[in-house]
T-cell receptor
Framework: QQQVKQSPQSLIVQKGGISIINCAYE??????FPWYQQFPGKGPALLIA?????SEKKEGRFTISFNKSAKQFSLHIMDSQPGDSATYFC????????????????FGTGTLLAVQP | DTAVSQTPKYLVTQMGNDKSIKCEQN?????MYWYKQDSKKFLKIMFS???????INETVPNRFSPKSPDKAHLNLHINSLELGDSAVYFC???????????????FGPGTRLTVT
């Protein structure tokens, strides 16, 4: 059972355009929704994250939109650049506190973004 | 300074062998994780340790045994390697002590394991 569904699988955008990646989740207990960026041969790097008490968060050219009632969230990359070409993963988690906190990230299946010059 | 480091970066071995992957973080975090990324790039959590104690074990075969000698290190030992173990293994860490809890996880560069 895929708890976090991500689309599209791949995306081609022209330089300067807007890249939009969508995710949907099922578990209403999730309370943290990060996006990770991964370049070939590298580890996932935290890009931006949101908690369900806000509907939007913006950091530079990257914006997360969050719709709690629809259980959906999306990443918008404004003014997309060739350097943004990478695989993007959405994730969701619920903080678990067993005397020490741990945070089990459930990842989407990834979106391969190619920004053409 | 590398925040989360892993060794080795590449590991090629034959079926049936035993191998270990090491992870170290210098972020002062209390919680460390192992994730597996398969050939389709799907990332899945395997284990989580908080302050040297196992917290999450995601139905991983017993051939996989994590060990945390201290809260800055988390190693992964794999016995009797199988072809299906070929993947990229990522270590990650986050702050997880009561009063200083953070959701943010930081990943290492990964270890590409190839079993032939």
């Amino acid at each position: 059972q895929q708890q976090v569904k991500q689309s599209p699988q791949s995306l081609i955008v022209q330089k300067g355009g807007i890249s939009i990646i969508n995710c949907a989740y099922e578990n209403t207990a999730f309370d943290y929704f990060p996006w990770y960026q991964q370049f070939p041969g590298k580890g996932p790097a935290l890009l931006i994250a949101i908690r369900p008490d806000v509907s939007e968060k913006k950091e530079g050219r990257f914006t997360i939109s969050f719709n709690k009632s629809a259980k959906q969230f999306s990443l918008h990359i404004m003014d997309s650049q060739p350097g943004d070409s990478a695989t993007y993963f959405c994730a969701a988690s619920e903080l678990m506190n067993y005397g020490g906190a741990t945070n089990k990230l459930i990842f989407g299946t990834g979106t391969l973004l190619a920004v053409q010059p | 300074d590398t925040a989360v480091s892993q060794t080795p970066k590449y590991l090629v071995t034959q079926m049936g062998n035993d191998k270990s992957i090491k992870c170290e973080q210098n972020l002062g975090h209390d919680t460390m994780y192992w994730y597996k990324q398969d050939s389709k790039k799907f990332l899945k959590i395997m284990f989580s340790y908080n302050n040297k104690e196992l917290i999450i074990n995601e139905t991983v075969p017993n051939r996989f045994s994590p060990k945390s000698p201290d809260k800055a290190h988390l190693n992964l030992h794999i016995n009797s390697l199988e072809l299906g173990d070929s993947a990229v293994y990522f270590c990650a860490s986050s702050q997880g002590t009561s009063g200083r809890v953070s959701y943010e996880q930081y990943f290492g560069p990964g270890t590409r394991l190839t079993v032939t």
